[in-house]
Nanobody
């Protein structure tokens, strides 16, 4: 079982920035992919960004391309999500996830929640206008 703990959420005004962090347990090495997902009240969980832990390949939801950046520190077993130019539509609970989707060890990691087996508890991001 992989344990994931998110931090860095908070409240910010539109146009502001936040950086989320995800700390993973040592057995993260069994997972090829890590990702960030979000869920707003009354909506389904959606993908935000993913990163392949083996080669650093990243993928993003169209809604965040050019504004959000996912990165990792494999030595520290951490993943990050730098969020810039935030708008109220980004308000949601943000979750870190890990897993090994069956697309190959070096493939792009799918930005699809159902492909991930391990989840953190989430961190709230609130953007006011």
């Amino acid at each position: 079982q992989v344990e994931l703990v998110e931090s860095g959420g908070g409240s910010v005004q539109a146009g502001g920035s936040l950086r989320l962090s995800c700390a993973a347990s040592r057995n993260i090495y069994s997972s090829n992919c890590m990702g960030w997902f979000r869920q707003a009240p009354g909506k389904e969980r959606e993908g935000v960004a993913t990163i392949n832990r083996n080669n650093g390949r990243t993928d993003y939801a169209d809604s965040v391309k050019g504004r959000f950046t996912i990165s990792q520190d494999n030595v520290a077993s951490r993943a990050y999500l730098q969020m810039n130019s935030l708008n109220p539509e980004d308000t949601a609970m943000y979750y870190c996830a890990a897993g090994s989707p069956s697309r190959g060890v070096f493939a792009l990691c799918p930005v699809v929640p159902s492909e991930y087996a391990h989840w953190g508890q989430g961190t709230q991001v609130t953007v006011s206008s």
